[in-house]
């Protein structure tokens, strides 16, 4: 366990009484020491790290922000921001004693213009909640996953976070058009650009892209958001092979063209799983490999037909072995739950070992495959599923409970395999703490250097998420 473990603490400074009293005259009533409502904040979702933290800040601006890093900078007191706190890796919640920067009370739109569909907000909205604001105005937004109900966009825009509609929209990197940070010495870095095209400079709102909270607070972001489309079907389909997904897929990009927007998959452990813990019904019959494909685009009869083909020819040609169709919204949102739900049924399946690999199409179920044999019945489930058309896979290996024998057998090793097929150990989900030490399988020294340059001089005193995305080597 000795990579993922926490190292030592750093020697920041201890949060006063003298603290507490600048904390709570600048945010009265929003600085919470009760140890009841700090204890979820210092859990991550799947429960598997726990700080100590024995304070938490919910400021509602961007001057509060910068008043709290500004203070904490001076007094060398470490922060750890936080969001939906539905992270992945261990990044969200403080290793120590960190104090907890929760964004949740920053959840203000600020403009949305509807003939651009450019949207601007606070970093703390939730997911959903724009969601649904959009949709009433005709729009979504370009970015959707299973935690949806509970993640931030400013927490989505620090992980860069991947999920379901990507192959379609693309990632945050291209649909984020600007954003507002406060620095770690509280300056207040305003690249709120609401401009599709902007060639001044650096574009220096990508280093906050995805760099997990360690180089800046993320108050605000601008965001380019695509029409809603006015039709939309979901396909539940069967595979006997992965081969024969993977000719699936090859059809359906050709086929259905431009009206793609999701291609997703899931195996039948992951359906035994959705079944036994969340009691959900399999909609056809049992197959090795199951695919949601969603359309979405503007002409119903035009959409439905080149649908219709695709299925006719991957059904002849028994690519595919059964399936069923949905276009109404209560059908389709049952059918997306087979797949966005899996991670909550794993949580169910007791510890979960989570990697989030990129890897080329063809090779992608192999790390599945191999790590069933490789670790028998050490281990109690190996699934996989994932966004095959991003070439994202989610290998997860369950056991009754933590097991540092099984853990020993499945790390560095599949990060070697993954480094072996130039893939990367981290597509979607970033480093956090669980994953820092095991970045140089995916990034060259050169690279890890460049990047603990780039830290140091952002926040000098490392007072930004400190033990997270960054190995402990550099920093
Ligand atoms: P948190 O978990 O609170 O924080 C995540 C990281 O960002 C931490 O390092 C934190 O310090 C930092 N951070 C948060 N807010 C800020 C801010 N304002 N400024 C600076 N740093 C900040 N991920 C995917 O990529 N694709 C998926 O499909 C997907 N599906 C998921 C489904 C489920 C059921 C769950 C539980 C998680 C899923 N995730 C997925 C992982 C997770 O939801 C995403 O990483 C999400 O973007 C995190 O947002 P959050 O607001 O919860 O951030
Ligand atoms: C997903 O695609 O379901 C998410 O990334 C969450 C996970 O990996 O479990
Ligand atoms: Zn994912």
Redesign the pocket.
């Known amino acids: 366990e000795a990579s993922s473990a926490a190292p030592p603490r750093r020697p920041f400074s201890q949060v006063t009484p003298a603290d507490l009293d600048f904390f709570r005259q600048l945010l009265p009533g929003r600085a919470i020491t009760d140890p009841d409502v700090l204890e979820s904040s210092n859990v991550d979702?799947l429960k598997s790290v726990k700080g100590n933290s024995e304070v938490l800040l919910r400021p509602k601006t961007t001057d509060e922000v910068s008043r709290i890093l500004s203070y904490c900078n001076q007094r060398n007191l470490a922060v750890?921001?936080?969001?939906?706190?539905?992270?992945?890796v261990g990044?969200?919640v403080p290793v120590f004693d960190e104090i907890i920067l929760s964004?949740a009370l920053m959840n203000q739109i600020l403009t949305f213009d509807s003939i651009s569909g450019i949207l601007t907000c606070q970093?703390g909205c939730v997911l959903e909640s724009l969601s649904q604001y959009l949709e009433e105005q005709d729009f979504i937004m370009p970015l959707d996953?299973?935690?949806k109900g509970?993640?931030?966009i400013?927490?989505?825009v620090?992980?860069n976070?991947?999920?379901?509609r990507l192959l379609r929209y693309g990632s945050l990197r291209g649909t984020v058009l600007g954003l507002e940070v406060v620095l770690a010495d509280g300056r207040v870095l305003n690249c709120l650009a609401t401009l599709r095209k902007d060639n001044t400079g650096y574009d220096l709102k990508q280093l906050f892209i995805g760099s997990?909270?360690t180089l800046?607070?993320?108050?605000a972001v601008s965001i380019l958001c695509p029409r809603k489309p006015k039709s939309v079907n979901v396909a539940f389909l069967g595979c006997s092979s992965f081969q024969n997904l993977l000719e699936t897929f090859q059809a359906c990009r050709g086929m259905l063209g431009e009206i793609l927007s999701a291609f997703e998959f899931l195996d039948a452990s992951c359906m035994n799983l959705l079944e036994k813990h969340l009691k959900l019904t399999n909609p056809i019959t049992e197959s090795p490999f199951y695919i949601v494909i969603e359309t979405a685009g503007s002409n119903a009869a035009h959409d439905e037909e080149k649908l219709h083909n695709f299925l006719e020819k991957v059904m002849t040609s028994s690519l595919v072995t059964d399936g069923t169709v949905a276009t109404e919204e209560a059908k389709i949102k049952a059918l997306w739950s087979m797949r966005e739900r899996i991670?909550?049924a794993l949580r169910h399946d007791g510890y979960t070992y989570k990697y989030d690999i990129s890897l080329s199409v063809e090779k992608i179920y192999d790390l599945v495959t191999h790590m069933r044999e490789r670790l028998g019945d050490r281990a109690q489930n190996v699934v996989g599923y994932g966004h095959i058309g991003d070439g994202n896979l989610h290998l997860n290996i369950t056991s009754p409970s933590k097991d540092p024998a099984l853990l020993a057998a499945i790390e560095p090793y599949v990060y070697e395999w993954t480094s072996q097929y130039q893939g990367s150990i981290s597509a979607?989900?970033?480093l956090?703490l669980k994953k820092r030490n095991y970045i140089y399988y995916s990034k060259t020294p050169e690279a890890v250097t460049l990047m603990g340059n780039i830290k140091a001089m952002l926040d000098p005193k490392g007072i930004l998420?400190p033990y997270?995305t960054l190995p402990d080597d550099i920093c």
Do not use: D, F, M, R
Not at 80 to 88: C, F, K
Not at 216 to 219: A, E, H, K
């Open positions: 979702w750890s921001p936080q969001g939906g706190n539905t992270g992945l990044g969200s964004t970093a996953l299973g935690a509970s993640c931030h400013g927490g989505n620090s992980t976070a991947g999920g379901l997990e909270g800046g607070v993320i108050t991670t909550e979607e989900h970033g956090g998420n997270k």
